[in-house]
């Protein structure tokens, strides 16, 4: 369901929300955290089958997930993070990326730098001022990226 409403096809990206009332994606925004749970959970989903997924639609979760992390590495700054809105414009992926990550984690653990709560916003500017503190949805994140970075030390 989520490939099916959230997907964008010509992006690999996923949009923040779906609305049955009026068949549409909002603001049409690529929402960074909420492509980030499909990036981490679709993986463990599939091997949550132990092979017993139907291959067709293992196939079309993971086109979409390689479709994902492919527009995911074109869309990385250069600090390593992504911008709450994923197309925002600038270009330049893991170990960037967890560079990223422990630069913003204060000496007591705090993850700093987490876009507060996010309800569905109708354009990029509703995005672009939720308040940026530390988070308990950084620090879950940030748990387990760095849970899966030691797995490759």
């Known amino acids: 369901m ?3 409403y959230l997907y964008d096809k010509k992006t690999g990206l996923f949009y923040h929300g779906w ?3 009026w068949n549409y994606n909002f603001g ?3 929402w960074c ?7 981490l959970g679709i993986l463990e989903y599939i091997e ?3 092979g017993s997924l139907n291959p067709a639609v293992k196939t079309v979760i993971l086109d979409a997930y390689k479709a994902q992390a492919a527009a995911l590495k074109e869309l990385q700054s250069e600090s390593g993070l992504w911008h709450t ?3 925002d414009p600038y270009r330049e992926c893991a170990e960037r990326g967890l560079r990223g990550i422990l630069d913003n984690i204060a000496e007591d653990g705090t993850v700093l730098n987490v876009s507060a709560g996010t309800g569905i916003g109708m354009n990029a ?3 672009k001022n939720i308040m940026i503190l530390p988070m308990a949805y950084g620090q879950s ?3 387990m990226a760095l849970a899966e970075a030691l797995l490759y030390e």
């Open 28 to 30: 049409e925004i690529f």
């Open 85 to 87: 809105i994923l197309d």
């Open 33 to 39: 955290r909420g492509n980030s749970w499909f990036t």
């Open 2 to 4: 989520h490939i099916k």
């Open 48 to 50: 949550m089958f132990k």
């Open 19 to 21: 609305t049955f009332e």
């Open 141 to 143: 994140l940030t748990i």
């Open 125 to 127: 500017e509703h995005y």
